[in-house]
């Protein structure tokens, strides 16, 4: 038999407050922290953190953990956003500079973007994740998907190579 004390609910504390409020416990060391004092990651903030290789598994992180191991990680995938503003796409293959540019990578994929922008600004996140600061024969191609005529949209899907616009093939 168990007395009435030894089947309650193992009560979590915070960590850092010492508050027993609430019942959250970090995703990465197990630790309780209360609603006030842990950390999340609020994923509409990071619009492309899907394609990013160093994605934290979790949601939910105390004080301790966040700062030693989400901070810098959320602090790189931010550098990347910054440069894949900043990548050079060639779209198509008409340009001459472009065209003469040795193709060394596997294409990047991206798929159900919303629209022409977003697909290219997603291409140009694997780019800069890649290391590179260009990409070329850069084809974004739209679809309509949904089901009937009137609630049908479009989506779309784009490719890129990234290259080092230094390393030309003549
Ligand atoms: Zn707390
Ligand atoms: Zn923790």
Redesign the pocket.
């Known amino acids: 038999m168990f007395s009435e004390s030894e089947v309650e609910m193992e009560i979590v504390e915070?960590?850092?407050?010492?508050?027993t409020?609430?019942a959250l416990t970090c995703n990465t060391c197990n630790m309780?922290?209360?609603?006030?004092?842990?950390y999340f990651i609020d994923e509409s903030e990071y619009e492309f953190l899907a394609l990013f290789n160093e994605k934290p598994d979790g949601e939910i992180y105390c004080p301790n953990c966040y700062n030693d191991n989400i901070e810098p990680v959320l602090d790189k995938y931010n550098e990347i956003l910054d440069l894949a503003k900043d990548v050079n796409a060639y779209v198509g293959n008409s340009d001459l500079r472009a065209r003469a540019i040795r193709r060394i990578e596997k294409p990047v994929k991206i798929e159900d973007c919303l629209s022409r922008e977003d697909a290219l600004m997603r291409l140009g996140f694997l780019v800069a994740q890649k290391g590179f600061d260009t990409m070329v024969d850069v084809s974004i191609v739209s679809k309509k998907v949904g089901g009937a005529k009137r609630y049908k949209k479009l989506v779309w899907s784009g490719t890129a190579v990234p290259v080092d616009p230094k390393i030309r093939k003549y």
């Open positions: 915070c960590s850092v407050c010492c508050s409020k609430t309780g922290s209360c609603k006030k004092c842990a």
